[in-house]
């Protein structure tokens, strides 16, 4: 199994663990002189099951993330921690820029009376940074995809 299925199967095992407890939730009290809508100590014991694949899946994946090495040197978890970062990254230049340009603020003056505003920060400057940014962080999540797709999953 190539180590983008099992993230896929990760997935849905962690869909239906969220599933299973909304149902549990729901079934675990009822009316006295009514049922139950569905067994919930059954739906546990599925949950629990669902829960124990899901655990074998994540041990595999973090293993075969922090044996696999990557173009460029480092692992995939180097990669996959780069990537994050960056999203951090950009996030918060995005977000001094946009802050900075005034966006979502009212951006003119009724009134000579009234204070103009003044970026504290070179928005345009930032605009070039954000950009690099994303660039950088096309550039590791391709290779992560890459790799994913190419790389068999440890036992």
């Known amino acids: 199994m190539k180590l983008a299925e099992a993230l896929a199967l990760r997935a849905d095992a962690a869909r239906r663990v969220e599933q299973l407890r909304a149902r549990v939730a729901a079934s675990a009290r009822y009316q006295e002189g009514e ?9 546990l014991t599925e949950a ?3 829960l124990g694949e899901l655990e074998v899946l994540i041990r595999r994946i973090n293993r075969t993330n922090a044996a ?6 480092g692992t995939l978890t180097d990669a996959l921690a780069r990537r994050d970062v960056l999203r951090l990254r950009h996030h918060l230049v995005t ?22 505003m003044i970026p504290a920060l070179p928005v ?3 605009r070039g940074q954000a950009d690099d940014l994303s660039r950088q ?10 790799t994913n797709w190419e790389v068999d999953l440890l036992d």
Request: net charge negative; aromatic share 2%; glycine share 12%.
């Open 35 to 43: 049922a139950p809508a569905e067994d919930p100590t059954a739906l």
């Open 48 to 50: 629990g099951e669902v």
């Open 68 to 73: 696999t090495v990557v173009d460029g040197g």
């Open 95 to 116: 977000s001094a820029a946009d802050a900075a340009a005034g966006e979502g603020q009212r951006g003119f003056r009724q009134l000579r009376s009234e204070l103009k």
């Open 124 to 126: 345009a400057e930032l």
């Open 137 to 146: 962080l096309r550039e590791v999540d391709t290779l992560v995809q890459r």
